[in-house]
Nanobody, 121 residues
Framework: QVQLVESGGGLVQAGGSLRLSCAASGSIFSINAIGWYRQALGKHRELVAHIGTGGSTVYADSVKGRFTISRGNAMNTVYLQMNSLKPEDTAVYYC???????????????WGQGTQVTVSS
């Protein structure tokens, strides 16, 4: 059983900052990649940023220069520092990870429950 638990969402004014956290727990053998997606009302879920085991990062063009993804020392945590927030960043943010559990030879994608980020103009 694997769980991803997000925290740090909330309401902020445009131009403000928030920091999202995600912690993975359970029977984890390895985490190949971990990152953040978001889904705004009426829109498809989209990649925000993710980070691989080697530390390589990928960002959506819309957040480059404003958001920073990082992993914690324990490697089972990931953070998303969001600066210069805009109203269009309003969405539910989901943590997702590609994980191999200790009872499987294969990897699978796991998702958190999501945390709401609302940016007011």
């Amino acid at each position: 059983q694997v769980q991803l638990v997000e925290s740090g969402g909330g309401l902020v004014q445009a131009g403000g900052s928030l920091r999202l956290s995600c912690a993975a727990s359970g029977s984890i053998f390895s985490i190949n990649a971990i990152g953040w997606y978001r889904q705004a009302l009426g829109k498809h879920r989209e990649l925000v940023a993710h980070i691989g085991t080697g530390g390589s990062t990928v960002y959506a063009d819309s957040v480059k220069g404003r958001f920073t993804i990082s992993r914690g020392n324990a490697m089972n945590t990931v953070y998303l520092q969001m600066n210069s927030l805009k109203p269009e960043d309003t969405a539910v943010y989901y943590c997702s990870a590609i994980i191999q559990t200790s009872t499987s030879d294969y990897t699978a994608a796991y998702w958190g429950q999501g945390t709401q980020v609302t940016v007011s103009s």
